[in-house]
């Protein structure tokens, strides 16, 4: 690489200038990896602080070696193709094995039970690594020991992060006549399953007949986002139950990513900040304690007089009738991210399958709409009800993949219209009370937006961010607005419901009793009370223990605020 004496101190040999130069020219790959868009030469200039000489020279160099690539109509840098090139190379010659080592030793010593390491081998799972805890199993693990794909919590979060086209290849090998197992009973079930799996981030294998193993899987990565192996737990269940089970997932995500070194595409974090101080005194009480996984969508029925909220990981849609102060679960076999009062009856649900209209009396299922389904790897998120009673829904990747969210208008007549794409985790949505704005949240982004919104027409314009969260103050979820025109929005990871003016400015924060709130509404005769949904999904044990209600459905009621009624779905 060229070097500019100019820049080579009288005192520096020119090895050392060498070094000088890879240093600076690291520090503006580092700059345009960590940028959320591609950067110009201005741009360029000011974040890295480097002479505008040198700027070019080393701008020219990683260009030419394919480490950037330089649009010249967008006058714009970003990342190469090479680095690809590279990260494959160095993945070729990667030894899965070795490099988790000292992760297993680890892992064992953490949770005192066995621990695993499997990859995929044409249509079955293979153990390559096992650091036995010495406790009782059922069936000792041994290296080179062969597992089912389906049925086995490692073989399902391997093929459950799959790209489409090659986890559809394997599992039409599961009915083929010389397959090494027995078919699942259900291939529909199973893919239900595997979604569940993807989104949740791992697998839980219970016990069959007469057995007494549990396992947890999650999945390792490569540097591309490809699943390359899976990390696994397994113990008896005299010892983990089923609760524990997904305790542990928290500790085994963090062991699986540091092997790879790779985030694998989640979002949420593993460890909670630690319990913040007290923020507001106001009366916080937990109506209905259950330990839901991913608590979500509370919409209040003033027809039925009940709360309906879900969690989508269980999954499950409940029913919070005030009167009784009774909770009712309905179990589903399909993930469900919305559960919206219909006009004509009945709820309208999320699932990955599509929008449905679901009897809770009968517990039918009736497809309605799916417009996301030219993406089968996506799945669909929070969603609310205009005015007029049209519902408006974000969608994600299961893996959230940055970007691939988009945001729907659904009508009535099971029409549907895409509005706007490019999120990562679409989110909490709402309208101010003159119908002149929509709010609606990118939670990776920690940003609201927010719309100029025609509600005749149905439609919005000049998206703008209006509220931001610093990165050190958590995430924002799922939110609802007041009559006043204020935002209440629930901050995932920083243990608060916040509320803020319809300016954008934070008035008030509410210290809840579980660091993961995911959503809230208004309810109430007269709308009077908020009523907060909660997570406990991938909380460490500790964390659970300091936060034993994560999970629940939480009342609050705040002296001189008034919600605005929720709309049913017009359909």
């Known amino acids: 690489m060229p070097i500019n004496p100019a820049e080579v101190a009288a005192d520096e040999s020119p090895v050392e200038a060498g070094a000088g130069v890879l240093e600076k020219a690291m520090h503006l790959l580092n700059i345009v990896s960590s940028a959320p868009a591609p950067m110009t030469f201005t741009e360029l200039l000011r974040a890295g602080s480097l002479p505008k000489a040198t700027l ?17 109509y967008t006058k714009t840098y970003r990342l190469g193709l090479r680095l690809l090139e590279l990260a494959h190379e160095v993945w070729s010659d990667f ?94 079930d199973l893919r239900r399953e595997l979604d569940l799996t993807r989104a949740r981030g791992y697998a839980v294998e219970l016990p069959a007949p007469g057995g ?6 999650a999945p390792v990565f490569d540097i591309e986002g490809r699943p390359i192996g899976a990390l696994a737990v397994a113990a008896s269940s005299d010892r983990v139950d089923l609760a524990r089970a997904h305790a542990l997932s928290s500790t085994l995500i963090g062991a699986a990513r540091a092997i ?36 979500e969508g509370p919409t209040w029925s003033p027809r039925d007089g009940c709360l309906y909220w879900v969690d989508i990981l269980t999954p499950a849609v409940h029913c919070y009738d005030v009167l ?65 009673g049209r519902l408006w829904i974000g969608t994600l990747d299961m893996g959230t993949a940055a970007n691939r969210g988009q945001l729907f208008r659904v009508d009535s007549d099971a029409s549907w219209r895409k509005m706007d794409s490019g999120f990562t985790v679409a989110n909490g949505l709402g309208w101010s009370p003159d119908d002149r704005h929509m709010y609606f949240t990118d939670t990776p982004r920690r940003t609201i937006y927010r719309y100029d919104f025609d509600l005749l027409a149905g439609t919005i314009r000049n998206r703008q961010p209006f509220i931001t969260l610093d990165g050190r103050d958590g995430t924002p979820d799922g939110l609802t ?67 034993p209600q994560s999970g629940s459905l939480f009342a609050i009621r705040i002296p001189g605020v008034r919600g605005l009624p929720e709309t049913t779905f017009a359909g």
């Not at 974090?269 to 913040?276: L, Q």
């Not at 006009?343 to 497809?367: F, N």
Request: hydrophobic share 40%; glycine share 8%; net charge neutral.
């Open 481 to 547: 607005v007041d009559e006043q025109g204020c935002l209440w929005v629930a901050v995932w990871d920083a243990w608060r419901v916040s509320r803020y003016s319809p300016d954008g400015r934070e008035l008030l924060r509410i210290r809840m009793p579980v660091p993961r709130p995911t959503s809230c509404c208004f309810g109430g005769a007269n709308l009077d009370t908020l009523y907060v949904t909660s997570a406990s999904v991938r909380l460490n044990e500790a964390a659970l223990l300091a936060a």
């Open 324 to 388: 009784k102060g009774q909770n009712t679960e309905s179990k589903l076999g399909s993930m469900v991210s919305v559960a919206i009062p219909k006009a004509t009856g009945g709820l309208l649900v999320a699932t990955p399958s599509g929008l449905m209209t679901l009897d809770l009396a009968h517990k039918t299922l009736l497809p309605f709409c799916h417009p996301e389904s030219e993406r089968p790897g996506n799945r669909y998120n929070d969603g609310k009800c205009d005015r007029l």
């Open 212 to 217: 007494t193993n549990v396992v947890v899987a």
């Open 260 to 295: 790879s070194h790779n985030a694998g595409g989640q979002v949420m974090s593993i460890t909670p900040r630690k319990v913040p101080d007290a923020e507001h005194s106001f009366e916080v009480q937990c109506i209905t304690q259950t330990r839901s996984l991913l608590g």
């Open 56 to 72: 070019h020279r080393i701008l020219a160099t990683l260009t030419r070696e394919g480490l950037l690539r330089h649009d010249p």
């Open 95 to 188: 030894d899965l094995r070795l490099a988790a080592q000292d992760e297993l030793v680890r892992l064992r010593n953490a949770v005192g039970e066995t621990v695993q390491l499997a990859v995929l081998d044409v249509g079955k799972i293979v153990l390559i690594a096992v650091e036995d805890a010495g406790r009782e199993l059922q069936n000792s693990s041994k290296v080179g020991m062969n597992l089912p794909l389906h049925s086995s919590a490692l073989g399902r979060v391997i093929v459950a992060n799959l790209e489409p086209a090659r986890q559809l290849e394997l599992l039409a090998t599961l009915h083929h006549p010389q397959g090494p197992y027995e078919e699942p009973a259900n291939l529909a």
